[in-house]
């Protein structure tokens, strides 16, 4: 039975889609190469983020991508990042559930807590968990660790997300996971994976409960 939800930040609790797909434009601008749709960086987002700028044009074997992922952070800061209206709503219901809410990311974990404290969120989860050096590794590692420091059961933790890798990573630790296609890739990429597809975080509840 499900009590912990682990939940996914960029894409899965923050609508930033359209500001990712802004920020690459903006950075692709400055480079004088082609502009790409926010429908292009859906089905052709991919993992690792080298392959991504490379794809789009960078040169990746003049640029850093630890520099070409600070330049993306600040370019994102031109964009408006909300909270999705539904996993606001979802946070709020599931706690009232008395559900264990987690946050883990790729991003720095000081980038990461920042973010959620500016959106009035962090008081939802029980732990944020983000990168504690430069790397751009995968998320793996640290939720087994974390799972099995705290003594929570793999099989009792639904993880939610918006990526493939996030699918990778529940199947990885060993847990159901659910991905929404609100967030940077495209359902038909999402459906090619085990995990379930939803249209949004208000569909998690009827999950849970098919779940049981």
């Given at each position: 039975?499900?009590?912990?939800?682990?939940?996914?930040?960029?894409?899965?609790?923050?609508?930033?889609?359209?500001?990712?797909?802004?920020?690459?434009?903006?950075?692709?601008?400055?480079?004088?190469?082609?502009?790409?749709?926010?429908?292009?960086?859906?089905?052709?987002?991919?993992?690792?983020?080298?392959?991504?700028?490379?794809?789009?044009?960078?040169?990746?074997?003049?640029?850093?991508?630890?520099?070409?992922?600070?330049?993306?952070?600040?370019?994102?800061?031109?964009?408006?990042?909300?909270?999705?209206?539904?996993?606001?709503?979802?946070?709020?219901?599931?706690?009232?559930?008395?559900?264990?809410?987690?946050?883990?990311?790729?991003?720095?974990?000081?980038?990461?807590?920042?973010?959620?404290?500016?959106?009035?969120?962090?008081?939802?989860?029980?732990?944020?968990?983000?990168?504690?050096?430069?790397?751009?590794?995968?998320?793996?590692?640290?939720?087994?660790?974390?799972?099995?420091?705290?003594?929570?059961?793999?099989?009792?933790v639904l993880v939610v997300g918006d990526l493939t890798t996030d699918a990778a990573m529940a199947r990885y630790v060993g847990s159901p996971c659910a991905l929404i296609c609100k967030g940077h890739q495209h359902r038909e990429i999402l459906e090619k994976t085990?995990?379930?597809?939803?249209?949004?975080?208000?569909?998690?509840?009827?999950?849970?409960?098919?779940?049981?």
């Amino acid at each position: 039975m499900i009590n912990t939800i682990l939940w996914d930040f960029n894409g899965t609790v923050m609508d930033d889609m359209g500001a990712s797909a802004g920020a690459v434009n903006a950075m692709l601008r400055k480079r004088n190469l082609p502009l790409i749709s926010e429908e292009w960086y859906t089905l052709n987002l991919i993992m690792p983020l080298e392959a991504f700028y490379a794809s789009v044009g960078f040169d990746m074997e003049k640029e850093r991508i630890e520099v070409v992922s600070e330049e993306f952070q600040q370019e994102c800061k031109n964009f408006p990042r909300p909270v999705f209206p539904e996993v606001l709503a979802a946070l709020e219901q599931f706690q009232k559930a008395g559900y264990r809410q987690l946050l883990f990311s790729s991003l720095h974990h000081d980038l990461l807590t920042a973010q959620a404290k500016e959106r009035g969120i962090a008081d939802y989860f029980e732990g944020i968990v983000g990168r504690q050096d430069r790397s751009l590794g995968g998320k793996e590692a640290a939720v087994s660790k974390y799972l099995e420091e705290h003594g929570i059961a793999p099989q009792e933790v639904l993880v939610v997300g918006d990526l493939t890798t996030d699918a990778a990573m529940a199947r990885y630790v060993g847990s159901p996971c659910a991905l929404i296609c609100k967030g940077h890739q495209h359902r038909e990429i999402l459906e090619k994976t085990d995990a379930y597809v939803l249209n949004n975080a208000a569909e998690i509840a009827a999950l849970l409960e098919e779940l049981k």
